[in-house]
């Protein structure tokens, strides 16, 4: 009887790889859209044991490690997809955009460059360049690129912003109005926070503080804690010599910050201005116990001298020079205690020592005069 063995096949059955790393593909991309970067980042994976240097995969898992904030390691898969396929705008975009979270600006404008090599007129990159010329204070070509976007999409915010940011870093603060006052018109009720405590802070520069109160009001209307809403609301009274207006925002600060030693030594000065002198101590103490601070040991000297206990004010304000040598401040009240010790060549020489500084300020010029006659 014959022996009829049924036939088999002992080979493994061909892969359709094309398809395979496609639908991997597609299914990494989606994970990557839906922030499930481990799933994504398994499937990029599995594209490279078939392909090493499939771009899709290389790209993909740089944009994992840049959305959980390796940027190194973005790098290292950005740079290796670049060797391969050079000019790969995804790669380039990502590259540049760890380098600029690395704050290594200068890098980050090499690839951006390089990008819109490919793709001149991609608005999104061309103010990523502006911004990072911005960065490195390249007034000049940061000014020029967003002006460019300007002329593609004369309503482009990001280019108004950063204008307006760019020509209030180099303090030019009328024409940085110009540009978020611009905002202002296009988006109306609409505008967003940052705008209004922007333009709050132009008119706080240019000390027209009624103005700047406006603003700040309008941002204090939409979120009342804004901190540097608050801080400009304070800042503007203060300018006004409106100390009681000011200290109710520095309060308001510190109800959210309370170890803030910056605006315990504000609400400090404005309690000092409105003589509540033991209050503003306590201020200024509770601020040097969190660090040193040179205003909150100004502060308490000038409530020494207030006082008259002119030598406990001269002792911290001597002191106060080692590290403020160009303070005009310290030199201005220094001699003022002095002249109240009858000690008028120990205020002359103190007057005429800063004078040597090489600066020059006009309280200090009249003061010299004063005591010359």
Known sequence: MENHEV?????????DTANLVSELSKKGYNY??????????????????????????????????????NYKRAIEYYRQCLQHHEGNNYALFGLADCYKALQEYGKAIEIWEKYLVHDENNITV?????????????????????????????????????????????????AALKYWEKMMLI???????????????CHRKLKTFEKGIHYFDEALKAEPK????????????????????????????????????????????????????????????????IEFDTYAVLGLALINKQKGNFLEALESLTGLLVNEAKNPRLYTEIA????ELGKKEKAFEIL????????????VSEMLDKLKD
């Open 7 to 15: 036939p088999h096949d002992d080979a493994t059955p061909e892969v």
């Open 32 to 69: 990557l859209k839906e922030e499930l970067l481990e799933e994504a980042e398994e499937n990029f994976f599995q594209i490279l044991e078939y392909e090493p240097e499939n771009n899709y995969a290389l790209v993909g898992i740089g944009d994992v490690e840049r959305k959980k904030g």
């Open 126 to 174: 061309l103010t990523r360049v502006a911004d990072a010329y911005r960065k490195v204070k390249n007034f000049k070509k940061s000014k020029e690129v967003y002006l460019k976007v300007l002329e593609k999409e004369a309503d482009n915010a990001y280019a108004l912003i950063g204008l307006g940011h760019l020509h209030y870093d180099f303090k030019e603060y009328e």
């Open 187 to 201: 988006h109306g009720e609409n505008i967003d926070i940052r705008v209004l405590t922007s333009i709050g802070n």
């Open 226 to 289: 804004n901190f540097y809403a608050l801080f400009g609301m304070a800042d503007c009274y203060r300018g006004l010599n409106n100390h009681e207006k000011s200290l109710e925002y520095w309060l308001r600060i510190l109800e959210n910050d309370p170890n803030n030693k910056v605006i315990l030594t504000r609400a400090g000065d404005a309690l000092r201005n409105l003589d509540q002198l033991e209050k503003a101590e306590e201020y200024y103490k509770r601020a040097l116990n």
């Open 336 to 339: 003022e205690c002095y002249m």
């Open 352 to 363: 005429s020592r800063f004078m040597r500084t090489g600066q020059r300020n006009a309280r």
